[in-house]
C-alpha cells in the first residue's frame, strides 16, 4: 500500500464541519419523524441515516482515504447484509 | 526503549476492519429481526414504540456524534504528535460514554420501574407484539450499550498508552483501531436511534 494513503490526517477543521452536517442530519431527522408521513417516515429516516453512516464511515473512519482492498471489503460486507436482509424479506413479504 | 519492530500497519487495520463487519452482520442480525417484527405487528410496535422518550434518544445520539469526532480528533493529534492533546481527546470520548450510559441506566430504570422488561407481568398480559417490541429494545440497546462500555475500557486503556508515549506520530495504529471501534459504537447507534425512538 501507498504510504501516502495510509498517513492521510484529516484536520480539525474538516471533522468538525462533518460533526455539524451529522447535527444537522439527526435535526432533520426529527423533525421529519414529527410531522405524519405514514410508512414514508420510515423510508425517510432510514436514508438520512444512511447518509449518515456514510458520512462516518467516509470521514471519520477515514474510508474515503483507504485503499481499494478495504473499500471492496466494506462494499462485500454491505451487499452481504443487503442480500440477507432482501432474501428475508422476500420470504415474509409473499409468504 | 527504542527499538521499533517491524509493524504491519495495514495488516493491523485490515484485521480490525474484517472484525467491524462481523460486528455490522451481529447488528444488522437485530435489526432483521425488528424490521420483520415491525411488519408482522405494525400496530403493537407504534403503541410500544411512542412509550420511549425520543428527547432522551435524541440527547444520545448528539453525545455519541461528539463522542466520535473527539476519537477522530484524537487520530489527527496522534499523527501529528500533540500527545497532551491525545490524551484529552480520549479523555473527552470516555466522559461522552460515561453520558450515554448515565441516560440509558435512566431509561432502563424508568421502563424496568414501569413493569416493562422481558418476561413481565405487565407485557405477558399485554399483546404479544409489545412484549417482542421491549425484547428487541432491551437485547439491542444492551448489546450496544456492552460495545460503548467495551469501547470506553479499550480508549481508557490507549490514553494511558498514549501519555507514557507507545502511542506517537510514528506508531498510532492502536489509537487507530481503538477509534474504529468506537465509530462503529456511534454508526450502530445512527440505525438505533430512528428505528426506536423515532419511526413509530
Known sequence: ?95 | MNHQEPKDYFGAKLGMWLFLFTELLLFGGLFLLYAVYLKRYPHEFATAGRQLDWTLGATNTVILLTSSLLAAMAVTAAQRGETRRVVALIGGTILCAAGFMVIKYFEWSAKIGHGIYPGSEQLKSGPPGESVFFSLYYITTGIHGLHVVIGALLLAWIALKARSGAVNASDYILLENGALYWHLVDLIWIFIFPLYYLVL
Do not use: N, P, S
Not at chain 1, 15 to 35: E, K, N, S, Y
Not at chain 1, 53 to 76: Q, S, T
Open chain 1, 1 to 95: 500500500m501507498d504510504r501516502h494513503e495510509q498517513h492521510h490526517i484529516i484536520g480539525y477543521r474538516k471533522l468538525t464541519g462533518i460533526w455539524l452536517v451529522l447535527l444537522i442530519l439527526t435535526a432533520l431527522t426529527v423533525a421529519i419523524t414529527r410531522v405524519e408521513l405514514g410508512g414514508y417516515k420510515v423510508i425517510a429516516a432510514l436514508t438520512i441515516a444512511c447518509a449518515k453512516a456514510g458520512l462516518v464511515i467516509a470521514f471519520f473512519m477515514h474510508m474515503k482515504y483507504e485503499g481499494r482492498l478495504l473499500r471492496w471489503l466494506l462494499f462485500l460486507a454491505l451487499v452481504t447484509l443487503a442480500i440477507f436482509i432482501g432474501l428475508t424479506f422476500f420470504d415474509v413479504l409473499y409468504r
